[in-house]
């Protein structure tokens, strides 16, 4: 009868080890035991960027990347960005289940009324430059929080870890429009709690020399779907950062700053302001077939900004539905001139044998800056609207990790290739570098 093992013979020694396998993995710790010696380490796995490892056991999001699946706790996204609120699915990915009315009802309340941020949040962001990134400012203050709440240090309280995420996932689209307006010149707008929670975000926007802003239905529903599909994405750079982070037991804004700062980055948060860069590269659908020409010859830094995923190998579920939103969008703004660039180079890469062989379908970056642009939104905001949605995963993965009881404080192994031991050589003694 089959077991749930691994049989590895070590050639070195001509040993034989039996080694657990547990939901498709097995523990590398177990590679410890085989060794040449006894004064050999024993075995370790290398994998740079963790291609095939698991850091933790998750039951928040569960992505099959062949068959372009995605579901929060279950429920496939492509539903719940079609039947649900942005809101219902933060208290989804939070508790596990989908709440009753009057559980939505008290959550919707708990997060509506702690969107006002502390006055000195105010005096603190007026310290950046005018021209300062609202990236930048949005990591800083959201670390700056835990100075306003000592009590966040409690982690292992269950009352202060869910007052704490109440306060993150309230607090940062009002830090987020903080952010816009202090890099556009513009008065701070304060959170108003007779809006729903993205159109209190975009009215503490948009809203100039007027006391009243109406956001249009389609764009408050467009961008809430957008927060949807950008609400987790299991253990991505940034959510492995807000766990790693989080694993030395620091407060929680201390841990999703650092998930902020990860997604700073371009090959993150930075990617759809990479596509909207490509298409206007491009410039004329004319011009098309000559970039992806130049593309397959791997001629310069051409690069299809927007297709393939690390983790999809089929089209993205999330770009499905987002391209849909498009359509609703640019109804309301009017098409943005990109669009038709867009639409041709998606046609071509998915009938051109050399993209569909390599798996490079449009994912959810390819869209979503055409929809933030049309809405208004500088490139630079483009990472802060990621992370306001974000926040709801980062903090669900976070509690999840302080929850688990294997889970310690990181410490990576690493494999040595530096110099051996060597005497310390006296100043006058030391050799003239090699040129």
Request: aromatic share 10%; charged share 25%.
């Amino acid at each position: 009868m089959p077991k749930d093992t691994l049989t590895i013979t070590d050639n070195r020694t001509g040993k034989t080890y039996e080694v657990p396998i547990e939901n498709g993995c097995i523990r590398t710790h177990a590679l410890r035991q085989i060794k040449t010696g006894d004064d050999d380490f024993g075995l370790m796995g290398y994998d740079p960027a963790f291609l095939n490892t698991a850091n933790c056991k998750s039951a928040i999001t569960f992505i099959d990347g062949d068959k372009g699946i995605l579901e929060y706790r279950g429920y496939p996204i492509e539903q719940l960005a079609e039947k649900s609120s942005f809101l219902e699915v933060a208290y989804l990915l939070l508790n596990g289940e989908l709440p009753q009315q009057k559980d939505l009802d008290q959550f919707t309340h708990l997060v509506t009324h702690h969107t006002l941020v502390h006055e000195n949040i105010k005096s603190f962001m007026d310290g950046f430059r005018y021209d300062a990134h609202p990236m930048s400012m949005l990591a800083s203050t959201v670390a700056a929080l835990s100075a306003f709440y000592p009590d966040a240090k409690h982690t292992r309280d269950e009352r202060s870890r869910r007052i704490q995420i109440t306060r993150l996932i309230a607090k940062m689209p009002t830090i987020a429009a903080f952010s816009y307006r202090h890099t556009m010149g513009l008065p701070y707008i304060y959170p108003d709690n007779d809006l729903s929670y993205v159109a209190n975000f975009l009215t503490m926007i948009k809203r100039i020399g007027t006391t009243t802003y109406k956001v249009h239905p389609v764009l408050e529903k467009a961008l809430d779907v957008l927060f949807i599909l950008h609400a987790d994405h299991e253990q991505n750079c940034s959510t492995t950062s807000v766990r790693t982070v989080g694993s030395s037991e620091v407060d929680p804004y201390s841990a999703v700053s650092a998930g902020v700062g990860a997604l700073y980055g371009p090959l993150h948060g930075g990617a759809n302001e990479a596509v909207l860069r490509m298409l206007r590269e491009i410039g004329h659908i004319s011009k098309i077939p000559d970039f992806i020409k130049q593309v397959k010859g791997g001629e310069g830094e051409k690069k299809l900004m927007g297709f393939g995923h690390r983790v999809y190998k089929s089209y993205d579920p999330r770009a499905k539905v987002i391209k849909r939103v498009a359509d609703e969008v640019f109804e309301v703004t009017g098409k943005n001139p990109l669009l038709e660039i867009a639409l041709e180079l998606e046609r071509i890469a998915l009938e051109d044998e050399y993209f569909v062989k390599r798996k490079l379908y449009p994912n959810v970056d390819f869209y979503s800056g055409l929809i933030y642009e049309a809405m208004g939104f500088q490139a630079e905001m483009f990472p802060v609207l990621f992370a306001i949605p974000r926040t709801v995963g980062w903090c669900a993965q976070w509690e999840e990790m302080v929850k688990d009881s294997e889970q310690k404080i990181a410490r990576p192994r690493q494999v040595y290739t530096g110099s051996g031991r060597r005497e310390y050589v006296a100043m006058d003694k030391r050799p003239a570098p090699q040129k």
